[in-house]
């Protein structure tokens, strides 16, 4: 089993929204995906998925369920597991409490192909040991010139940390390729210029009017809008994350 977390500098950039359509569309593409709300404070990726969990990590914390007990089904057969908004006891999860999470991972690999951790923003300590333990990372940001910024501050606490982090880098709400592709250029070359690493393209998400009525259904515009401008782009990312992993041998759909 293999992990990504989706990371971003700020939040307002959509990225909980492209995490769930992401792994929907890896879900499509005959990988079997699950997604982890990895945003211990304010965890809302069920609400995104439109879907009551189950279960939480509460449970998991505190040793009364396992990892796998805490699994539950989303939309198209994604399957989640869900975090707990505004709960003290995640809020204030140190490593002792995300070792017990940690240390059960393994459990979830004969039924997953690749975990998708949806982080929270910025980089506290919870955030960054999620990364940590991530195999690649998606920063996502958008074109407006805060989230770039923010986004160029979180490659340099997370290079600080994981020197070698394989970081992609997604654009979302990009008006067209073009932009997309800009944005990026700018964001690599500052990475290379001031903090010396490299980091690479996955690809944008083009603005899309669907997006934002669908979540306001708490649907994941995927499945009711899947020709649609965002649609089509988060298959193309998710296309860019399966060959990733197939060209390493690591991942067979």
């Known amino acids: ?23 929907l569309g890896l879900k499509k593409l005959g990988i079997r995906p699950m997604v982890f709300d990895a945003d211990l404070a304010l965890a809302n990726l069920e609400v995104a998925m439109g879907v009551r969990p189950e279960a939480t990590l509460q449970p998991v914390v505190v040793e009364e369920k396992s990892l796998a007990e805490a699994v539950t089904e989303g939309p198209g057969g994604l399957r989640l597991i869900a975090g707990g908004s505004g709960v003290p006891m995640l809020m204030r999860a140190g490593p002792k409490k995300l070792n017990l999470i940690f240390d059960q991972l393994d459990e979830l690999a004969e039924t997953t192909d690749l ?8 980089l506290d300590t919870r955030n960054l040991a999620f990364l940590r333990r991530a195999d690649e990372i998606l920063l996502v940001t958008t074109p407006e010139p805060a989230s770039v910024t ?23 709400m990009a008006a067209n390729e073009s932009e997309g592709e800009a944005v990026f250029g700018v964001l690599r070359q500052i990475a290379k210029d001031f903090l010396k690493k490299e980091v690479s393209y996955a690809g944008c998400v083009r603005r899309d009017p669907t997006v934002p009525k669908n979540a306001r259904k708490r649907t994941l515009f995927l499945q009711p809008s899947p020709s649609s401008d965002a649609s089509q782009d988060v298959m193309k ?8 992993f197939q060209n390493r041998g690591e991942l067979v759909a």
């Open 237 to 244: 990312l998710a296309g860019v994350v399966e060959q990733l």
């Open 1 to 23: 089993m293999k992990t990504i977390a989706v990371t971003s500098g700020k939040g307002g950039v959509g990225k909980t929204c492209l995490t769930a359509n992401l792994g």
């Open 115 to 122: 975990l998708l951790f949806d982080t929270g923003a910025g």
């Open 150 to 172: 923010d986004a160029f501050a979180t490659l340099k606490t997370l290079f600080r940390y994981k020197k070698d982090a394989s970081v992609r880098v997604v654009v979302n």
